[in-house]
């Protein structure tokens, strides 16, 4: 089989990119129209184009569903997906061939500082095989569990997956989980083993791992070197051979499925849709099935990786649409869209994200309210994942209340709110979803419901209150070489977590499967596992409801009055231990006073941990006597500009930033 894969500019000469089995050659070619396209994208990634710049749309028409493959690259952390990524788009002529492709589908700062996809990113590619021109629409996805919403999301557009595998560290935790989400999708799976340049790479050994826990025989997998550029053309050759066309009907009234979107200052929401029936051009006026609001589309195109503006996009087709939504609460990730004088029935749309875990957000500035309002608002609509609820604490003023998937999701929100929106915040301690079942007659009539959930400690109802508090637990997933398994075992167990089984997927390496408490996991556990393992052991996890706990409110005290900001739910068997270590912290972050502080941790009215902080020896004012008049209208000045930035907790001044060193030590541990 002989496949024309690309068609660009490749130093400064017109190329085509020809498959041919294994062999690649790369031949001159008189651009048509659809090359120049390409052409003037390859090798321009940070440059936009507009619908103004680019008279020459292309079309789509050419590519019949038959000829398309909507595919996501699934793996496990920095198994290579973005690099594999930079090798497709390089082989189809989307980009210029240069040393410096790294990660080009990586596009955000976070992303880009910490060496991580984030937010799972797509690129068309046109390629040609034996006469037929193909569109292919691959979706780059994180790796990290606390993003596995983006891979879920992104399977929804596609009929297949490239499951890429380390030849090196072989199958890891995410492997398996990615696995299984593309096994209940129904999607094909084409298994990738990656980096077979590395000195200690045992591509059989990962090839006889994917037999047995995945049951895909061993001669289905493709090795390759992404970094090297090695084989990518079977990946190719594969992705069209083995990945089934989309099952759509062009001829039915459209259906588009927004399955992500953006925010663009000047043109407004840009949507990420996946057509299931019909065709959208410019012009047509579409409904969106969540609001009922009708638009007029302004533009249609597919990114390419940039956006490439087309005359239509036709069922089974995968590319972006811009219809004039101002407002981020008129795009919903999951919503459909339909023509305004065919209404259909919407598709189901997505399982919402659950939250692991929750923090409160605040402005560093009350009057910065509405610009953090304004940017949350456009990030939750990038990361659909995150849920916002307003609250408001007396230390910190108005705020929200925000769900996240975990800690690292925490951080690279609130990352990308200072990067991309100049956004400075104070998080408050997170916390897991707690539940309780409510015994008292008032508060059942209170909150409507008997079973409650507890996303703001501050709201914990007391015992006497209540029949049974919940927490939520999960499964986890560890897979790590044999001699580290009687050490993971004792952390497991010291984390409260119950062995569900244990199976050797190769001769030295162990699956281990655990139910967990999610807040013995959430903070510090994966950087434990790594220090014990050497940084061998992977984890990962999934939801797995609530158990019954013990759990109990704790209570900072600053001379006998409560921190509101403070307040934290834990298990009984650990209060002593974060009670201790909160008072220690608050102790180095309050100023010395004219009196002692005690600093307490008490459940209830018992206390379990005290700090003190001394008091100043003197009054400093007292040696101003006499003449020293202006030494001392100076200090009194300073001391009272400092009392402005203090909160006052009865009799016990705080300055406004010592909560929050506090708590950002807590998260930060
Ligand atoms: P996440 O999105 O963060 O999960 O990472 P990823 O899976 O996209 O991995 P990425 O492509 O960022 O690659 C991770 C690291 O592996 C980078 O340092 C790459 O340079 C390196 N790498 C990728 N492919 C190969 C390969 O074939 N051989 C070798 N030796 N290194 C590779």
Redesign the pocket.
Known sequence: MRILVGRGWWRGRAITAWVSGAACRMLPWPLPALSRGAAAHSGALERRYSSAERKEKVDMSRFPFENISNFSIV????????????RLLELTGTIGKTNNN??VL?KLQVERER???VKAQTASLFCNCEGSQYFLHLI?????VDFSYEVSRSLSACQGVLL?VDANEGIQAQTVANFFLTFEAQLSAIPVI?????KNADPKRVEKQIEKVFDIPSDECIK?????G?NIESVLQAIIERIPPPKVHRKNPLRALVFDSTFDQYRGVITNVALFDGVVSKGDRVVSAHTQKTYEVNEVGVLNPNELPTHKLYAGQVGYLIAGMKDVTEAQVGDTLYLHKQPVEPLPGFKSAKPMVFAGMYPVDQSEYNSLKSAIEKLTLNDSSVTVHRDSSLALGAGWRLGFLGLLHMEVFNQRLEQEYNASVILTTPTVPYKAVLSSAKLIKEYREKEITIINPAQFPDKSKVTEYLEPVVLGTVITPDEYTGKIMMLCQARRAIQKNMVFIDQNRVMLKYLFPLNEIVVDFYDSLKSLSSGYASFDYEDAGYQTAELVKMDILLNGNIVEELVTIVHKDKAHSVGKAICERLKDSLPRQLFEIAIQAAIGSKIIARETVKAYRKNVLAKCYGGDITRKMKLLKRQAEGKKKMRKIGNVEVPKDAFIKVLKTQSDK
């Open positions: 793996a496990h952390v920095d198994h290579s997906k973005s690099t594999l990524a930079d790294k990660q990586d060496g991580i996809t780059d996805t994180p790796g990290h890429v990656n980096k077979i340049d590395l390759i070197s992404a970094k090297l090695t």
